[in-house]
């Protein structure tokens, strides 16, 4: 049985597989607490669409058994595990990625060994990232986008793939997983945006700016993509394109911390001390604890950075 597994950056950014619904989203919700380096979060991983239908498959393709006339009946098999209880069980083992990785390791590997399927093996694959184990956790993802299924569900577990790949510190093995993943849903902005993060981890800054681009073509009111193409464009040199982008970004979202941090290292660079201050100071109010929170910090304690 194939399962339909999300992953992406955020709520409000997840790929869609399947019927939207309130249980998915209360996944979602909790799976997000989980975050890994370089702003990438481990999102949601939900088979609530699709797996009614699969199980229901699944019990009407399984061939009655039957006895010969005078012969004994054969032993019977332990029933499968109903839907609810096969979503609740995973339910439990993303909790436990959250709350405790190790033991949630230990159970999708007792659970794979039940019959769990592909389910199973992802939650190993993402307590393995959340143990430090992020080589291991990549190839497990791309692994399972090989079964097949649907092209959205194969984009997603490759773009967890790449997510890996970047924390096992190899951002060139991203871009390639990344590609792949274009192919399989050309023009989505989750994907682009993902490509031109571990672009900017390896100096590729204006490869970055075209993903990006292109990404804004798509959804034009995209925050993120406005931040991080800003980021380039700063590395880049390019400090009016970026300035721009950085105040489109605050202009949908006076509040957002990465934008906001953002334009504390341009006014640093275009020698507003005073400015930069403010701007790291105010991520930390707003957004205390986050990446861009800790960043900030840092900026606030050298004076310089980035």
Partial sequence: MVLPLVWTLSPRQCIACGQKNSKAIGLINSAYRLRVPARLVLCTLTLLATVAEAHAANTATSPATSSPAGSAAPAKSAPPASVSEREARYRACLARVVDDPAAAASDARTWLKQGGGDAAKHCAAAADLALGRPKDAAEAFELLAATGGAPKRQAALLAQAADAWVQAGSPDRAIAVLTEALGLVPGDTG???????????????????????????????????????????????????????VDTALMFDRHNPDALLERGLLRRDAGDSNGAREDWQMVMKIAPGSAAALMAAKHLDAGKGG
Avoid: P
């Fill in 191 to 245: 994907l682009l945006i993902d490509r031109a993060r571990a672009s900017v981890e390896l100096g590729r800054f204006n490869d970055a700016v075209e993903d990006l681009t292109r990404a804004i073509d798509a959804d034009s009111l995209n925050t993120d993509a406005y931040v991080l193409r800003a980021s380039a464009l700063r590395r880049a040199g390019r400090l009016d394109e970026a300035a721009f982008d």
